[in-house]
């Protein structure tokens, strides 16, 4: 961490940011999962798991298929190549399983 090497010039940045991403995704996924999945699991019981297998629908998607289209929502925002784009873009795509996990 102290050598001048060409990767290590922007670590504590780079490091500092990635915690900050963790943690706000971490926090905001289990928010909404928590509360997304308790709503899902007072739902009658032949709507609950569909709206939940309706979700989990979202992984058969593969995530390299979205970026483009993410990109543009983003840019359209103006948040392209910013951290609250990743951040969001992270809670999307967790945001399913969490409400998978979190139902009672």
Do not use: C, W
């Not at 999962?33 to 309706?54: C, D, E, I, W, Y």
């Amino acid at each position: 961490m102290t050598q001048k090497a060409k990767y290590l010039e922007d670590f504590r940045r780079q490091f500092g940011n990635s915690v900050f991403i963790g943690l706000l995704t971490t926090v905001l996924t289990v928010m909404i999962g928590s509360l997304a999945g308790f709503a899902v699991s007072r739902m009658q019981p032949s709507k609950g798991p569909l709206l939940t297998n309706t979700a989990l629908m979202t992984y058969a998607i593969p995530a390299s298929f979205l970026i483009v289209p993410y990109y543009r929502i983003m840019h359209a925002y103006g948040l392209s190549d910013s951290l609250r784009a990743a951040i969001a873009a992270q809670v999307t795509f967790a945001t399913p399983f969490a409400v998978l996990i979190l139902q009672l």
